[in-house]
């Protein structure tokens, strides 16, 4: 079949804030094929920004957009689908942000490929990887902000176990801003207000950039709350600093990669920064294929693998397909809140099932159907013009 069309789509809610909430707008990228298919994907990144590489006018030879290079192409294997990675990418090799951007378009190529193959897109990963096929159930952690004080962190905590998680991760918001004090309150909030059967994360947010020593003190200080781990306590690409702070073997163990948009930063990060969790979101590091080799990277390593998802369940099941079929890495990103745009834009989101768990969809391509209806009403209106030239205009859901 012919890829005819790459439509981007840039979605949002009505009012925008500085929460560290990526649910509050979105790129969604549908892709068309002359077989009467459609594939979806979604990226975790400005949505205009990543928009712009799918329209951007040709400056030269290595700046070329991506609808360019992959309209009018062939996609009849998952072969195809790394082809025109390898096509995109260096078509789009001085475009800085292309793998970002990318990761929408190539979600979406994966969604197509199952579709025309009647497989699940794990089922496919397997078969190129020469791996097991079997899916396995994952423990979705609610994914929440601490509150602005250790109370409300409290009734976010109690809210997440009286709706029956066993799991959470509490992020951002004051967590670093206010002196140890605080920070040992918000973490000793979280736990208390959970209980002591469920597992907790704490997420950091980057706050202490290059500080490693500080990282390490909070780390030591949180142990006796037993986090699962502590997530990006340093910058995305602070790996030296990574590094000194994982050589002294802190007592909770230390997770980060959500920042990666190259499978080179994700390995950086394994390799030097001795980190222990990497969290990978398919909708930045350039769609489900470099996800999955950081996964490999992960079992190499004998190191965890985790998703990164906060965004709707249409970038949620990109993740599962990565990582269903190994079993140690049980833990899943799960988006427990977020907007109304996030919550309506798949038509069956994920259930948790009665066992608590989470599973993957046993149906073609992604196994899931975004509901263009309902979210219509965020669709934004974008027209870009150069000159007399439209070099873009949103088209209808
Ligand atoms: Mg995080």
């Not at 209980?195 to 704490?202: D, H, K, L, S």
């Not at 209806?373 to 934004?380: D, E, H, Q, S």
Request: proline share 6%.
């Amino acid at each position: 079949m012919k890829i005819t069309a790459v439509d981007p789509f840039y979605l949002r809610m009505p009012d925008i804030t500085t929460a560290a909430d990526g649910t509050q707008d979105t790129l969604l990228v549908r892709v068309r094929t002359d077989a009467g298919f459609e594939g979806w994907g979604e990226c975790d990144a400005s949505p205009l920004v990543s928009l712009a590489v799918y329209c951007c006018p040709m400056s030269h030879g290595n700046i070329i957009n991506i609808r360019t290079s992959l309209i009018g192409e062939t996609l009849e294997s998952p072969d195809d689908v790394v082809r025109l990675s390898e096509k995109t990418l260096r078509n789009g090799l001085d475009i800085q942000q292309i793998e970002h951007a990318y990761s929408g378009a190539e979600i979406a190529l994966w969604d197509l490929i199952g579709q025309k193959l009647e497989r699940p897109v794990y089922r496919l990963l397997a078969e190129m990887s020469g791996t097991s096929d079997t899916a396995h159930p994952k423990l979705p952690y609610a994914s929440v902000l601490f509150g602005d004080t250790p109370e409300e962190t409290y009734r976010i905590a109690v809210g997440l176990r009286e709706q029956g998680y066993r799991a959470a991760k509490f992020g951002w918001g004051p967590m670093g801003k206010f002196g140890e004090v605080n920070d040992i309150a918000l973490v000793r909030a979280a736990r208390e207000g959970i209980g002591t059967e469920a597992r907790i994360m704490i997420d950091a947010g980057v706050v202490w950039g290059t500080d490693h020593e500080t990282a390490y003190q909070r780390a030591e200080a949180f142990a006796q709350f037993s986090p699962t781990w502590l997530e990006e306590p340093l910058s995305p690409d602070a790996v030296d600093a990574y590094g000194a702070l994982t050589q002294k073997h802190p007592s909770v163990p230390v997770a980060a990669g959500e920042g990666s948009n190259t499978y080179r930063m994700a390995e950086d990060l394994i390799v030097h920064g001795g980190i222990r969790f990497v969290q990978i979101d398919a909708g930045r590091i350039g769609g489900i294929m470099p996800s999955f080799q950081v996964r490999q990277l992960a079992e190499q390593h004998g190191i965890q693998y985790v998703n990164h998802t906060f965004k709707s369940h249409l970038s949620l099941a990109a993740a599962l397909h990565v990582f269903a079929t190994n079993p140690d890495f049980s833990l899943l990103e799960y988006p427990a809140a977020g907007s109304a745009l996030s919550q309506r834009l798949i038509v069956e989101p994920f259930p948790v099932a009665s066992d608590g768990m989470v599973r993957v969809k046993e149906l073609p391509g992604l196994g899931v159907r975004v509901d263009t209806a309902a979210i219509r009403p965020y669709l934004a209106s974008v027209r870009i013009e150069v000159g007399t030239d439209t070099v873009f205009e949103q088209g209808s859901l």
